[in-house]
């Protein structure tokens, strides 16, 4: 104990000489008489002060971080002037080795000089965002102790210094409780120097739209030359592509899209044929392009529902389509951001737009919003709430009619740095955001999240795992499904969703097919949402969230519509479907199988759940006036032959009476019951018999 004491006492009594020397130290400005007999010296060292000096000012990180060589050389000639060892340590915070900063820092607080309370307010962000919190909060309170209580500006300093001092003791604790996850910068092909934000990810994982915020120059920052530091920056936006695990070079979109003006990406459509994009207009707009083939559309605005005289940016749409989230900062004389909603109409126009209020609100900015595929998870950044440092990722659900409370979204994935625009994959076991963190590329960088508690030894991208289904779903055919990477336990979302993709496909030629697709709750009798498959491949991708009965169905001009049933009412995981759907021409012999068709069991009642299909029919059949069919009936083996063709001819008869019910002529239609005499796959297991239960379409005459 003595000895303790004793090293204690030394200890004090060295910090107390060592602050005296520095006491004593006095500030040494660049000029002659300082140093007499070294005029080269100075000469010198002036050049570099004003080199650097003239790329410090421009305020922007990036030249911050390009002025130190400059100021470090004019250092080793002097360094004991104040200013000199603020603008290093200032410079420092703004790059990747922000540990470097304290000791110029430090310097500069022994110094008297005007000076002294800009340095304990730049330590103070620097202990901060070197996780030394307490001594951050002690640089803090002297900067807070140094206010001018006369002052115009007491009260907002106050609030600022009072803030971090709370981010601080927030930090404190959540790296006391860091979440289980594994967080891997994209690399050196995508990241450069300056600034990757704005992850856009598909809902399979397979392409990756960002901005980066670069120098104007006439070479993209992904290509082969040198970087120039010219006077002003730009954004654009890229795309890449996950091929063999690996990201390809970035390539820039169309001249159509970035334009001579910053260009920026805020959101994308659920199945990834529309972009939301950045509009430099009126201070900032949100627009949108949608991908026809392989090309982008030009832009075009979202419109004065969305759109004001304010800044609007980043912008996320609900999968079933109908509700627009996006950020503004109208309303607000401050000037900080806040989340807003709009819905589609019953035309499909978007009303008039409505901030979400609180508690999603914080009365500071709230930024880069993501609503989850799985339509009732918000993310969202926010330098409000109980962020530990900048701006801070948050989770919102909406339950019980409203939103919960945010949550941070916890240590290591926040920071003290700026950590923003977090967007989750359908599967909730991947999430991609932009952070300026130590061992970066430069400014901000593109990172990847995986929410699992044991990393897995090799990384499996999300759309490169193709296996037959061990368990069909419900009545449906389904084709492929892709299953995630097992060992996943610690998602980042509670609700489970279904990816569903292929193409739809010419039946004869296999050639792809530009159709229409609409999905539909069959439980409620209500759409959920539709797209359009592209136009050169024929691809689609839709995610539904787990727990409901879809109706699916494809139309293209002169097909019949083909319907599949997805019955997720029993799926509690993630999972990929792959079904390549295939329209038959509209010609004699043509058959279809109605899959949302339902009767209740062991009778000919039509359940409530085949109203849409049934009213499909009716569109059909008055879309085609001189079109003929049959309706028929089939079942699987179980029962006798007798039975099963008197229940099976009943089932046709009722949907030919809902026809005509509906208005269509009764002699466009016949009915047939054929039981089990027409399997169409085998009746030894459930999966066949199934199969064979079902109601057929089938084009007599056109």
Known sequence: MKVHSYCYILISLMLVCTNLVFAQQ?????????????????KNAQKQLELGKKLYDRGFPPDKVAALPYFLSANDFNPNNAELNVMIGDCYLRSTDKEQSIKYLEKAATIPSPLRDKAYKLLGEAYHLTYEFDTAIHYL????????????TYAADLKRINK??????????????????????????????????????????????????????????????????????????????????????????????????????????????????????????????TLNGDAWSPKRSLGSAINSSAHEASASISPDGRTLYFVSNRNNPEGNHQIYYSNRDIDG????????????????????????????TLYFSSNGHNTMGGYDIF?????????????????????????????????????????????????????????????????VSEDNLIAYMQKPLAEASMEKKIPEPAAAAVTATTVAVTLFKGKVIDAETREPLLADIEITDNTL???????????????????????????????????????????????????????????????????????????????ANITATSIT????????????????????????????????????EARAKAVVDYLVEAGIAAGRMTFAGYGFDRPVAP????????????????????
């Open 683 to 702: 009746n030894a297991t459930a999966e066949g018999r199934a199969a064979n239960r079902r109601t057929e379409f089938e084009v007599l005459e056109n």
């Open 164 to 289: 971090k001092i709370a981010e601080c003791e927030t930090g404190k604790e959540l790296i006391k409780n860091p979440v289980n996850v594994f967080i891997d910068n994209l690399g050196g092909v995508v990241n450069t120097p300056y600034s990757e934000y704005g992850p856009i990810i598909t809902a399979d994982g397979s392409t990756l739209y960002f901005t980066s915020l670069c120098p104007k120059r006439s070479a993209t920052p992904f290509e082969a030359g040198a970087y120039f530091n010219e006077d002003s920056y730009a954004e654009n936006i890229y795309v890449t592509y996950l091929k063999d695990r690996k990201w390809s070079t970035p390539k820039v979109l169309g001249s159509h899209i970035n334009t001579a003006a910053n260009n920026a990406v805020a959101g994308i459509s659920p199945g990834g044929d529309i972009l939301f994009v950045f509009l430099s207009e009126n201070g900032g707009d949100l627009g949108y392009t």
């Open 525 to 603: 009798g209500q759409a959920v949402t539709s797209l359009t498959t592209n136009s050169q491949t024929g691809y689609y991708m839709v995610p539904l969230p787990s727990g409901r009965n879809y109706g699916l169905v494809a139309k293209a001009t002169n097909y019949l519509f083909h319907s599949e049933n997805i019955d997720l009412r029993e799926y509690a995981e993630y999972q990929e479907i792959y079904k390549d759907v295939a329209l038959h021409e509209i010609k004699a012999g043509t058959k279809i199988v109605l899959n949302n068709i339902f009767f209740g069991f062991g009778n």
């Open 26 to 42: 006095q500030n040494v400005d660049f000029v002659r008489k300082n140093f007499p007999d070294n005029r080269e010296g100075l």
């Open 613 to 648: 299909e049934l009213k499909r029919m009716v569109a059909l059949l008055n879309d085609q006036p001189a079109l003929r069919v049959e309706i028929s009936g089939h079942t699987d083996n179980i029962g006798s032959a007798e039975v099963n063709k008197k229940i099976s």
């Open 141 to 152: 309170t002297l900067c807070k102790k140094g206010l001018d209580t006369k002052a115009k």
């Open 349 to 376: 126009a978007l009303t008039p737009a409505k901030p979400l209020g609180a508690p999603i609100a914080s009365g500071y900015d709230e930024h880069a919003v993501f609503m989850h595929t799985n339509g009732k």
């Open 395 to 459: 989770r919102s659900d909406f339950e019980n009619g409203q939103w919960t409370t945010p949550v941070n979204m916890g240590y290591p994935i926040n920071t003290p740095e700026d950590d923003l625009f977090f967007m989750l994959s359908a599967s909730g076991r991947y999430a991609y955001f932009s952070s300026f963190r130590k061992g970066g590329f430069g400014q901000h960088d593109l990172y990847r999240i995986t929410f699992v508690e044991e990393k897995p030894l090799i990384n």
